[in-house]
């Protein structure tokens, strides 16, 4: 009996070792002629690459996707969130820029109830936006100057544009914060693209020193000339600024200097919207304030008018 134990336990070795062996060349690839061992050739990825649905509602659908930021060669990870009821329309889109050490879902809360009035969204999380758990590639250049902002913005208006479910007559930008200077500074290149401009919760210093902001990964081609508002001012579409009174970074102030700036332009509508209360962000606004961005939003998009702010906000 000892003997067929001290077998049995033989044949257990051997075979652990063996298959200890077969894993180690399977996980390394295959031994070729000369006896060295050929690498696993991995799948290419092509890009856009949409990953698996994250949440369906009544009235949305939101997809993850990472697009290639061919500039950069950065991945860029964005959730496309789509009207439940598209059909086989074209729809109107909102592009979302978040503020500093934002991510993709900190704008969320607007495409997902703007989805009840029949717009798309596409929210997503700049380049070096996020230091400790980050989704899109950029980790080295955290926290990423607004130059490599655009650029990634850039990628993301492209992208849009090929959606067939996208009205690309409808594409707007929306910017909060440090999100709104990356909005402001692209802008002027996209008249033929964007249809009008949202600017939340931010604003330009009067001396400049936003736009002279510190950071990583400078993309030099799109740092603005010294004249910064004239090359603001060049954006000729509509530009609505949305800001609370209590926001503790000074972005109400500065909303209402950028405002000015707008306002001096030939062509293009320029209003400001001061609000009760809140804090810096949208998630900071009054509930009574958030409902009245959502009815201007929906109101300019629908009919082109520009409403005017709502009483007791």
Known sequence: MKEKFATLKKIAVAGTLAAAAMTAVFASGCTNDTGKTDPVEKPEVTYPQYLTELKSTDTYTETPVYIMNEETDRRVYCIETVPADLGDGKVPLIIYVHGGNGDATSLIALPENLAESGFAGITFECCGANKFSPKSDGKEIYSSHYTSRISDLEAVIEHAKTLDYVDTDKIYIYGQSYGGLVCMMDAPYHNDDIQGMFLESTGLTEDGSMVTATGNGVVDKYLPPEDYESFM???????????????????????????TVYESRAEGETKFYSYKGGMHSFSGFEKEAKEDVYRIITAYITTGEILEQGENT
Not at 240 to 254: K, M, R, V, Y
């Open 233 to 259: 001012t060049e954006f000729t579409k509509d530009v609505l600024i949305f800001c609370s009174q209590e926001d503790e970074t000074g972005a109400h102030e500065n909303g209402a200097y950028t405002a």
